[in-house]
């Protein structure tokens, strides 16, 4: 990987804030957009604008052609067997959604089980919370081990022969926790549960082989990975979504409509009620060809790289609490850390003076926040386009914060 030329592909990283040269560490809440998903996205826009599958005019053709493109390289990108596995999205938050109301409400009652971890995003908890309050399910935690990653022995213990749904992250948003997803849904299966995976951080840095790991479902979002706001997908194993109601009703997913029955369009379309997010989906596409050109491997290797040398450095800072695991080759390019009792607002806000932008508060993880015993932390985390240098600036608004708020106190 040759960073500075990478660095050249992001427009918006070629600016100053507040007098000094942008150093963006909070790629985990939105990543940056290189020039190829800007430009995919205007194109479609000023060339070919137009509704998807019903026009037949040169305009609707070559959307649609855009558009189910993308839901291919989606397919490639990890290795589903067919486009028909592939629902997009508005993005992660959705499609985990989408799996909690049309399959969690149709096929659990009272006696059943849905099993998640404490680390989990809100976007994972509070679906399953609706659920379980609906069909009288047991919704119940994984524990997690002193550092914050989970014991298969964990794992075996709390999955039953009652649990229905295992739903855990593949990484860990807050800690960097990179979870033994194949394992787990291993476990799960033996017991007659699926498994249902939210890959918003893991799909960005890591390849993904959603049949390797034979996961039942799979989600992630767009923005996280260079592509637009707003554009995620499912995946999910055909057998499975072909017995799933869609929860969207509407134009595009049907097939017949009479005055009292109607019936739906087969997968994927299906679940993509209304006019789909077109030039999303084209932006998605084009974030996938970059990520494959620099490739997965490189991102990977880089920001276990980066994510080393900043718990190197920060650790030396008197003061400094790091979570989650210290072996930087079992985490992903996440550090969340906080600094003495200076709240990581403040934290975040002194960053900011100086062009430093990261991440605080509770990281929609508040049961986490809780376990590890504090109302909020500060985020780092790294990307393909993120340098030693900025994590040097990093430690440095680091220094001058403790330095700052000492004086003051």
């Not at 997913?253 to 019936?263: K, N, R």
């Not at 991102?299 to 003061?319: V, W």
């Not at 932008?357 to 015993?373: F, T, Y």
Request: hydrophobic fraction near 40%; charged fraction near 20%; proline fraction near 3%.
């Amino acid at each position: 990987m040759n960073i500075r030329e990478i660095r050249e592909m992001f427009p918006i990283l070629h600016q100053e804030v507040n007098g000094n040269p942008l150093v963006y560490l909070d790629s985990a809440a939105t990543s940056q957009k290189p020039v190829q998903v800007i430009e995919a996205v205007d194109r479609y826009y000023r060339e070919y604008n137009s509704n998807v599958h019903r026009g037949v005019h040169t305009l609707g053709t070559r959307a649609t052609d855009g558009y189910e493109g993308a839901r291919e390289k989606v397919r490639k990108f990890i290795n589903a067997k067919s486009i028909e596995e592939i629902i997009f999205t508005r993005g992660t938050t959705t499609a985990l959604n989408t799996v909690a109301a049309s399959y969690g409400r149709a096929n659990l009652s009272q006696g059943d089980e849905i099993v998640i971890s404490y680390m989990e995003h809100h976007s994972n908890i509070i679906p399953w919370q609706q659920v379980a309050k609906a069909t009288g399910a047991t919704l119940k935690y994984l524990p997690l081990q002193e550092d914050g990653s989970i014991s298969l022995e964990d794992v075996r213990a709390t999955v039953t022969s009652n649990t229905k749904i295992v739903s855990i992250m593949h990484v860990s948003n807050v800690l960097g926790v990179i979870n033994p997803i194949k394992e787990i849904t291993k476990i799960a299966h033996e017991n007659g549960a699926i498994m249902v995976v939210d890959g918003a951080q893991s799909a960005p840095h890591v390849k993904i082989d959603v049949q390797d790991l034979d996961c039942d479902f799979f989600a992630f979002s767009g923005h996280k990975m260079c592509g637009p706001t707003g554009i995620g997908a499912l995946y999910g194993k055909k057998s499975l979504l072909e017995k799933m109601e869609p929860i969207e009703f509407g134009g595009e997913m049907i097939d017949f409509v009479g005055l009292y029955e109607s019936t739906w369009k087969e997968l994927p379309w299906k679940f993509e009620g209304g006019t789909p997010i077109i030039a999303g989906a084209i932006g998605l596409g084009a974030a996938i060809d970059f990520l494959q050109e620099v490739g997965l491997e490189n991102i990977e290797a880089h920001e276990h790289k980066l994510a080393a040398y900043a718990m190197e450095k920060m650790s030396t800072i008197e003061g400094m609490t790091i979570y989650g695991p210290r072996d930087s080759s079992q985490r992903a390019g996440v550090v969340t850390f906080n600094l003495n009792d200076v709240h990581p607002h403040d934290v975040a806000t002194v960053l900011d003076a100086d062009g430093i932008a990261v991440r605080a508060g509770h990281h929609c993880a508040q049961p986490l926040m809780k376990w590890l015993n504090v109302s909020a932390t500060a985020r780092a985390s790294f990307y393909l386009y993120n340098t030693e240098d900025e994590i040097d600036k990093l430690v440095s608004g680091l220094i001058k914060t403790k330095e700052y708020f000492s004086d003051v106190f």
